[in-house]
């Protein structure tokens, strides 16, 4: 997820297709990979059937999370079916702002089906799925952008790519990258059993993270 922000680092609108190229793609891998939690943490014959959900949320709740509205495999089929397809319409740049308007709602209504389920990784993509809809990321390499500039001289479209964006979501979304490493920092210093640091017991976290990364085994071996 960082890669994607740190992309948009000069703020062009290459950077912005880029950004929406990879999130999409993100986005459509994880709902894919979901279909296989669905009967046993979506559905009225798993870990959380709605009749129980329901007796522990608010109106508010229940008004956002259509993913709660029923029960049945079907239901939750069609609702991630319908999200998979958005993802790849937001990747491909087809109806960009109603695509990333109805993903970005959607996901919130995933999660909030099953806060269980919930990580580090869900909290983001609800952030870069938000700032996509204030960001011009259709100018350029999508299906939008195609149906607009057709009929336009491809120089012009050219010199668009290369037109430095600046508005509150792009300054918001490079402030993501300061804010991604201070959340992490702060979670592992405030690590109420010291696995982060050097003098952790039985080993520090760092070293079993070596351990397990590919790029620094060659050193264990």
């Not at 129980?52 to 259509?66: A, H, Q, S, W």
């Not at 308007?101 to 269980?116: A, E, I, Q």
């Not at 964006?165 to 210093?189: E, F, H, N, P, R």
């Not at 059993?193 to 050193?219: C, E």
Request: neutral net charge; hydrophobic residues 45%.
């Amino acid at each position: 997820m960082q890669v994607i922000v740190l992309s948009l680092s000069h703020g062009s609108h290459f950077h912005l297709a880029l950004f929406r190229i990879s999130i999409g793609l993100l986005l459509l891998i994880e709902l894919i990979l979901r279909f296989r939690f669905l009967h046993p943490f979506y559905s009225d014959e798993g870990t959380l059937p709605t009749n129980l959900l329901v007796t522990k949320i608010d109106r508010i709740y229940r008004g956002i999370c259509i993913h709660a509205y029923f029960g049945s495999m079907l239901y939750q089929q069609i609702l991630l079916s319908i999200q998979s397809f958005l993802a790849f319409c937001l990747m491909i740049g087809y109806m960009t702002g109603v695509s990333s308007v109805l993903s970005w709602f959607m996901y919130l209504s995933l999660t909030l089906r099953n806060t269980w389920l919930n990580f580090i990784l869900d909290r983001y993509f609800h952030y870069m799925l938000f700032y996509s809809m204030f960001l011009p990321i259709s100018s350029c390499w999508s299906v939008d952008s195609y149906i607009k500039n057709r009929n336009e001289n491809d120089k012009e479209n050219d010199s668009l790519k290369n037109d430095t964006v600046v508005s509150l979501a792009t300054i918001a979304l490079k402030a993501q990258v300061c804010w991604i490493y201070l959340d992490a920092g702060q979670g592992k210093y405030n690590d109420p059993l010291g696995g982060w640091t050097l003098n952790a017991d039985p080993l520090p976290a760092l070293d079993t993270y070596a351990r397990h990364t590919v790029r620094f085994y060659i050193f264990y071996l």
